[in-house]
């Protein structure tokens, strides 16, 4: 079955730079969430968008703006990135309750 | 503030022992509670779901307890296995749209 995509698997970026992050969900699945997760740290809630609108934000930077597509793939994109950005940044889709979650994206900024 | 906690980074138990694994929250009303198994560099898994209407729920070696009043969930795991060994998370939802996590336990199982 298909799973959640998400490309890039790895990102190594400079201070400063831009990043662009992309997740596919699961299709017919109507709902994306975005986590960021530090080196032993749990997953924090960035955002999240329900039928291409986006429904609830966490602690985002406002350096950090998500969007989701027509086709319902949505991109985290990441502005005058910092040292602290480098994490895991996972995508998640769920249809009504269970999330599911892709293999993440795991950015390193030096 | 809203707060979720669980109840020891790190659990270590013998095999074939039953983990118990505690979620705490605060100044929350979630509609339901799910449980996430992490291992190392991947994404979580769902586990279970438990609603705020249900005091428990079974799946195989897996039991899930929600207690609405004391605003806890207990998370066993029997007859454990080194397999078991993984980040477990909980994972409050508020409504569809607003799922939050707390910091996971740490469950190493040993031989």
Known sequence: ?????????????????????????????????WYQQGPGQDPQFLISFYEKMQSDKGSIPDRFSAQQFSDYHSELN????????????????????????????????? | S????????ALNI???KTATLTCNYTNYSPAYLQWYRQDPGRGPVFLLLIRENEKEKRKERLKVTFDT??????????????????????ALA???????????TRLTVKP
């Open chain 1, 1 to 33: 079955a298909a799973g959640v995509i998400q490309s890039p698997r790895h990102l190594i970026k400079e201070k400063r730079e831009t990043a662009t992050l992309k997740c596919y969900p699961i299709p017919r699945h109507d709902t994306v969430y």
């Open chain 1, 78 to 110: 990441m502005s005058s990135l910092e040292l602290g950005d480098s994490a895991l940044y996972f995508c998640a889709s769920a249809l009504n309750t269970e999330a599911f979650f892709g293999q993440g994206t795991r950015l390193t900024v030096v």
């Open chain 2, 2 to 9: 809203q707060k979720i906690e669980q109840n020891s980074e």
């Open chain 2, 14 to 16: 013998q095999e074939g």
């Open chain 2, 69 to 90: 009043t004391l605003k806890q969930s207990l998370f066993h795991i029997t007859a454990s296995q080194p397999a078991d060994s993984a980040t477990y998370l909980c």
């Open chain 2, 94 to 104: 508020i409504n569809n749209n607003d799922m939050r996590f707390g910091a996971g």
